[in-house]
Every structure is written in structure tokens, then in C-alpha cells.
């Protein structure tokens, strides 16, 4: 729901019913993760996507249903199903959906989850959604407290603790449990949407290619911070799209949030001036970031390289360093240079291999990046179709 959570709101402001579907489980090569939702109205209008088009139009006619009987329903498409063709899931793969009716009497807390959203805090709506339990039940969980009645205090109980534990590794996913919240039952299927803080995107260095940056990272999902020592150049006005425009030198301002950077925090030192990029590639490289990478020509990432070393910073981390930034695509302009940036991004988050696909067999989706399944822990929920 993140990338929908504006007209949601909007939505919601108004009072009136609508439709949410929500994916909660996949298998194979289903277009759609964990968590993808579509919204429709009483009207008619549809925003969000659930299948990429597939199935659309099938969770639409849903969608005016449930909007009808103010009822939950739960579907599943794929090409086990009879119907599979009939509504366009060629794909291969399967899809679990939960559509529900919403407005602010049957979600009171949604306004609260969309604005922690929007304020960059954690929070997690566990929906229930098979078995015996009370099916659409659904509590918010916040780090320090939780709401809503899950018909069980057994089951919330659990359900609180695992899915805090899910929250605060950025985790969605269905969890299983007894009929009262037992966890060595598998009867009771919760679903739990996590709303991690989004990911952080540094920018540093205010150039044209920064401005483009900022704008692909923005739409990728980044929380964007573009840093650059010169005021004259760090403006709100040439960074539309950044969260945050910082005038500080690039190695003080990340030292100081050095303990705020985690392993899906992506840092692009795009200064290519030695004074700039040398002292914040020494800090960056000591932290624990998914993605440094650094422009420049390979004169200057060799040049930057010894400098790095004179600095002290020892090859094993230097290893770290993507330079010079991005994917060979034959980029020329800053926008291409994003595409090419952001396509390296994807490669490091899900381990494609950079190829064409055109090229390549098998399946398209990486099984290593994404695990479709995990095994109960002994004493703990079974934890389905996991996104990190």
C-alpha cells in the first residue's frame, strides 16, 4: 500500500467505502511481491495494482463486491485454477489476495498508519486472513504499543511479538498458528504487512547527475538526501524530488548519521573531486551500507584508490567501493547515468546478473534475493512468501 498510501488517504478522508486488495502470498513467478494493493471505489475508479494487469480486472469485480456486502474475501489466481485463463494470470505463477472493505469505522487506525508512513516510523497492520479465527480481523503494531482486537489474547499476544520482530527487519509476510495463537498449530493464517522507514538514498555532490539521481531514487522507493559543501549548489529548488538538501562537507555531515546507516542504505559519491570524495568514501567504507559506489573515469577511480590507501583504508573494503558508478549501458546524460546507477542498485539488491534477459533461461526472479519460503523455527510461527 505504500506506493498508493496518497490516494488511499484521500480516499479515506472522504467517509466513504472502498475496496482493498492487498496481495498476501505468491508463488513462482507471480508479477506482484507480498504487500502490492489496489484500491477501488464505489465509483469506479481503480488506482494501485496487485498482478501488473493480469488479473485486475477479476479483483475489480472483487472490489465492487465487498464494497456491496461490506465483506472480506480472500482469492487465489493462478494456473492451477480452472479460471486461471479466464482472468489473465498466463504468467505462470500464483497469487493470494485479500480484498477488504475500508473506511474510517471499520479502519479507525488507518489515518495513523499512513501518516507513520509518511513520518518515516515503523509500523505494521496484522490482518487475519484463513482458519478458525475472526477472518479480516485486523491490529496496528507500533515498536512500543499495538491495537485492535484479533479475538484472542493468546493469538495477540504472539502475533505481537512476531510481528515486531518481522517490523524490525522490514519483513512481510504470512505467519501460522493454533486456533488460540498456539505456535506449533498452522490452522490460523495472519497476514502481516510491514511499513519499515524507507530505505536511505546519500547523494553527494550537487551536479546535474545528482538532480537525476535524487529524482530515480525518489522513485524507487528512497528516502534521498543530497549533501554538497557549497550553499550555492545545495538548493531545496535544484533537488525537487530529495527529502532532505544538506550544505555541509560530505564526510562531517555522514559521520554524523554514521549509526542511522544500515545494510539497505545505498551511498552515491558523484563529486569526482578529490577533496569531497576522498574523506566520505573513508567514512562510508567503514559502515555497513548495501551499495557505495562513486563517479568518476578510471583515471580517477585508480587515482581515488591510492589516495584511499595513503588515507589507511585497507583493500578488504576498498573491494566494497562501485567505481566507476553504475552498469555499462552506454549512458551519456545525467538520466541515463541514473538508469544506469539505479539498474547496478537493483542488480545489488536482488542478484540479477546484469544480462539481457533475452539472453539468460530459467526464471526471471531470483530465488537467492528473494526466499519464497522458510522453515518453522522450533517453538515459532511457519513464515511464508518473506520480502526483505
Known sequence: MRDIRNTVAELYATGETFAL??????YHSAPRDAGAAMAVTAGGEVVGSVSGG????AVYELGQEVIRTGQPARRTYG???????????TCGGTLHVLVEPVDPHRFPRLGDVIDAVNQHRPVAVATVVSGPGRFGARRVLWPEGAEGDLGSRRLEAAVDDDARGMLAQGRTGILRYGADGQRRGDELEVFVQSFAP??????????????????????????????????VFATPKRF????????KWPHVFLSEIEDEIDER???????????????????????PAGYIGAMGSRRTHEDRLARLREAGVPDERL???RSPIG??????????????????LIQVRWGGSGRPLSSTAGRIHHESARPQRRPALVGGPREETIRE
Open 21 to 26: 486488495a492487498t496481495v498476501i502470498d505468491t
Open 54 to 57: 493480469c488479473v485486475e480486472g
Open 79 to 89: 494456473v492451477s485454477d480452472d479460471d486461471a485463463l479466464a482472468v489473465g494470470l
Open 198 to 231: 524507507a530505505p536511505r538514498m546519500l547523494v553527494f555532490g550537487a551536479i546535474d547527475f545528482a538532480a537525476a539521481v535524487a529524482d530515480i531514487g525518489a522513485y524507487l522507493g528512497y528516502r534521498v538526501t543530497v549533501c554538497d559543501a557549497r550553499p
Open 240 to 247: 525537487p524530488r530529495a527529502d532532505e538538501v544538506v550544505v
Open 265 to 287: 542504505t545505498a551511498i552515491c559519491v558523484l563529486t569526482h573531486d578529490p577533496k569531497f570524495d576522498v574523506p566520505v568514501l573513508e567514512v562510508a567504507l567503514r559502515t
Open 319 to 321: 573491494e566494497r567501493l
Open 327 to 344: 552498469l555499462d549501458l552506454g549512458a551519456r546524460t545525467p538520466e541515463e547515468t541514473a538508469v544506469s546507477i539505479a539498474a547496478e
